[in-house]
């Protein structure tokens, strides 16, 4: 399949994703303020939804630390919209200012473009930190899928780079990590993605083949996984992602990476926005209460 009927078959597939969103919304409603901005970046202009807490931090007008998000959907569906309630959700309870990145999808923009995009974001955010009363030594990084994997992949390219970018965190909820491995070969459950779909996204998001093994697309490749951030790595039980997750968290461990990981039982991918509210809520409590006491303990 070339380009461009790769890209006839995901316009299709797009149209009929957005006609059925059932994702789940937050019980409560949080009090934050939300705005849209165009950065530079090496991919063009990308877009990202900023949340800030109404309301001044310890009654004082002190800076933000901040979490940057990454929406899930192969690398080809999705857009920072779908996680606007639960962006509202960690920057109130986290008390922190989160980026909402909106970036490219393949297959019109391939890898490495996402990767360096979203790196550029945390990037520009460091170097402007002032202009949105951030603070710029304490910042946190995740995603959902495909975009827990541009968060983990965002960390090596940072620590490849000297590790300019002050990244505390970094949280990998049910995140693809090896792409190499055929997907058939990967656990399987009747909920999970199916192997033929998790093959055409993957073909759509690489550039070639031998990109697979890049440690920036499998991060689970990666020869050493020594001087990266913290990490907060969630798992479902019945996700064929679940495994490699597991051996990604217990690699950083190894290495002499702080790990946090939980797997919630009978979860399916997706589970954070779709099905049961209250496991769903559950995870999303673990992420900001993990942001909060990371950033809690970079103050002292």
Sequence with gaps: MDQQQQIA????????SS?????????LTYDVIVKEYTIPTSAGETRVLVYVPNRKKNEQAVTWPVFFNMHGGGFVLGQ????????RLIADRAACLVVNIDYKLAPEHKFPTAVHECYDVVKWMHSNADQFSANATMFAIGGHSAGGNLAASVCLLNRERGGELPILLQIIDYAVLDVATEPGEKPDFPEAIP????????AMYLSKPE????PLVSPLL????????????????????AEEARAYAAKLEADGVKVTHKEYAGA??????????????DAWYLMSDKLRNVFSRAEV
Excluded at 9 to 16: G, N, P
Aim: charged letters at 20%; proline letters at 4%; glycine letters at 6%.
């Design 80 to 87: 920072a919209d779908g996680d606007d309630p639960w962006c």
């Design 211 to 214: 990109d697979a093994s890049n």
């Design 195 to 202: 192997a033929h779909v998790a093959r055409t996204f993957n």
């Design 268 to 281: 399916v991918h997706g589970f954070t926005h779709h099905g049961d509210i209250e496991m769903a809520e």
């Design 19 to 27: 006609g059925n969103d059932q994702s789940l919304q937050p019980s």
């Design 222 to 241: 990666a020869e050493s996984l020594s001087n990266l951030p913290e990490a907060l790595i969630i798992t479902a039980e019945r996700d064929s992602l």
């Design 9 to 16: 078959m995901v316009q299709q597939m797009r149209q009929q």
